[in-house]
């Protein structure tokens, strides 16, 4: 399936088999971001805020 990138806009293509896709079909598709993205947003958020989440 393609898939939108919800910071960069890029369009990326993931296969069906994907755990992502299974996902991805069950919510709505903003809520992709892609490796570059979800890679950069990880690491802001351990800066930001350590390893805690709530
Ligand atoms: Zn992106």
Redesign the pocket.
Known sequence: MRTK?L??S?IDRISDDDPLAKKLRNRPIHTY??A??YDRISRKAKTRRGEKQS
Request: hydrophobic residues 10%; proline residues 0%.
């Open positions: 990138c910071l960069c890029r971001t892609c570059e993205c």
